[in-house]
C-alpha cells in the first residue's frame, strides 16, 4: 500500500491525519518570543488572540527530523509525501532532503502540489482513499496531476502590513492601499512559487466578484471543489459563500479555518477562495 504523507498546510492536524491513517508533519508558528507546532501546540484563536496582544507572527517549515520521523515509521512501504507549494514554504525542499537521509529513498516520492489549504487538502484526502483502495502510486501520480493543473487560490487579507511585511508589496503601495481602504486581492504566479497582486476593490463583495469573474474565464463550474478558509472571519466567508453559489450553482464548498502559519500572510480577518477539480 502506497502511505500518503504531508504537512499541516491541509488544515489537518497530526492528531485529525493520524485518526483518517494520513501522517501530517506540522508547520511552525513564533510569536512574543515562542514558537509553536500549529494544530498541535497552538491553534488559531489562541494565537490570534497573540497577534492582538502586539506580537509579530513568523512561520517556518516542518523540521527535516520530523519528516526523517514519518519516513522512517514504514521502512519497507512505498511513501507519497504531498508537499505544499514550492516557493511558498520551504517544506518541499525539507521533505526532499529528509528523503536522501533514509535507508531506502527510492521508496519515497516528494511532490510539489504547487498549492495550500483547501486544494492541497482535497489532494491528499483522495490520494489516500486512491492508496486505501489499492491505488497504485502511478495511478495516484497521475490523477494528482490534473488536479495540481486545475487549481486555483485567491487571498484577501484584512490587513495591508501583513503583505509588506512579507514583501509581496511596497511599503508605499501598502500604505496607499491602507489609507484608501481597499481589499486586496493575491493570487499564485504562473509557477505558484509567490504570492502576487491580482487586484484591489473598494469593498468585500466587489473583491469576491473579482474573484468569481476570474473563475469563470478558467471554465471553474460544479465539477470544482470550492474552499473557503479564513481567519476567524465567519462573516466574509459567509458572504463569499452566498456569492459563490450564486454565481456557480449547486456547488461543492466548504467552509475552514486557516492555520496559524496562514494567518501570519494575511493577518486576522483575512480569507481565502480556492477551487480544484474534482
Not at 227 to 232: C, L, P, T
Request: aromatic fraction near 6%.
Amino acid at each position: 500500500m502506497v502511505r500518503i504523507i504531508s504537512d499541516t498546510s491541509t488544515m489537518y492536524s497530526e492528531a485529525e491525519g493520524q485518526a483518517m491513517g494520513i501522517y501530517i508533519a506540522p508547520l511552525s508558528v513564533t510569536i512574543s518570543g515562542e514558537s509553536y507546532r500549529e494544530l498541535t501546540d497552538i491553534q488559531t484563536p489562541a494565537f490570534i488572540d497573540l497577534i492582538n496582544q502586539g506580537g509579530i507572527p513568523t512561520s517556518s517549515q516542518p523540521s527535516i527530523g520530523d519528516v526523517l520521523d514519518l519516513y522512517q515509521k514504514y521502512p519497507n512501504d512505498q511513501i507519497l509525501d504531498i508537499a505544499m507549494a514550492d516557493g511558498l514554504s520551504g517544506t518541499y525542499n525539507s521533505a526532499c532532503t529528509a528523503a536522501t537521509m533514509t535507508e531506502h529513498p527510492e521508496n519515497i516520492t516528494v511532490i510539489n502540489s504547487k498549492t495550500l489549504c483547501g486544494p492541497h487538502r482535497y489532494m491528499v484526502e483522495k490520494a489516500h482513499e486512491m492508496a486505501v483502495a489499492g491505488a497504485s502510486l502511478e495511478e495516484i501520480l497521475s490523477w494528482l496531476q490534473v488536479r495540481i493543473d486545475n487549481s486555483w487560490s485567491y487571498l484577501m487579507p484584512n490587513d495591508f502590513d501583513y503583505l509588506r511585511r512579507g514583501g509581496r508589496l511596497s511599503p508605499l503601495v501598502a500604505s496607499m492601499g491602507k489609507i484608501l481602504n481597499l481589499v486586496p486581492v493575491m493570487t499564485l504566479t504562473e509557477d505558484c512559487k509567490q504570492l502576487i497582486s491580482h487586484a484591489k476593490k473598494r469593498s468585500v463583495p466587489k473583491a469576491v466578484q473579482a474573484v468569481i469573474d476570474h473563475l469563470k474565464t478558467k471554465g471553474v463550474d460544479t465539477n470544482h471543489k470550492f474552499y473557503i478558509s479564513h481567519a476567524q472571519a465567519p462573516d466574509f466567508a459567509k458572504q463569499a459563500k452566498q456569492a459563490l453559489i450564486q454565481a456557480f450553482g449547486d456547488i461543492d464548498v466548504e467552509i475552514l479555518m486557516l492555520t496559524p502559519a496562514f494567518t501570519t500572510q494575511g493577518g486576522p480577518k483575512c480569507f481565502a477562495i480556492q477551487t480544484v477539480l474534482k
